[in-house]
Nanobody
């Protein structure tokens, strides 16, 4: 059974930074591509970032490019989302997800591509 547990969320003022972590247990973490998604109240879940299993490719949402960075440590079975220069519009519940297809592809922004999901961590950014 694959389980994903996110942590690192919190309340931050605009301009601040947070680093989210997602630890994966069960399954074969090093073979999965990993993604981060977010969902704000009343809105659909949206893609934020993804990273391939070999760490050699990342895919970042345009609105967070230059501010957010996705990384992973296969030895620790952990994926990270470093978020800098936070804005109020970044407020959402952030979810990590695992895709058994390890390579980034054109559809990696679709939530339905990911088989496993964490429970989410809240990020709130005040102006």
């Amino acid at each position: 059974q694959v389980q994903l547990v996110e942590s690192g969320g919190g309340v931050m003022q605009a301009g601040g930074s947070l680093r989210l972590s997602c630890v994966v247990s069960g399954g074969t973490f090093s073979a999965y591509s990993m993604g981060w998604f977010r969902q704000a109240p009343g809105k659909e879940r949206e893609f934020v970032a993804a990273i391939s299993y070999r760490l050699d490719e990342t895919y970042i949402r345009d609105s967070v490019k230059g501010r957010f960075t996705i990384s992973r440590d296969n030895a620790k079975k952990t994926v990270y989302l470093q978020m800098n220069s936070l804005k109020p519009e970044d407020t959402a519940v952030y979810y990590c997800a695992a895709n058994r297809f390890g390579v980034i592809k054109g559809s990696s922004w679709r939530p339905r591509e990911y088989e496993y999901w964490g429970q989410g961590t809240q990020v709130s950014v005040s102006s």
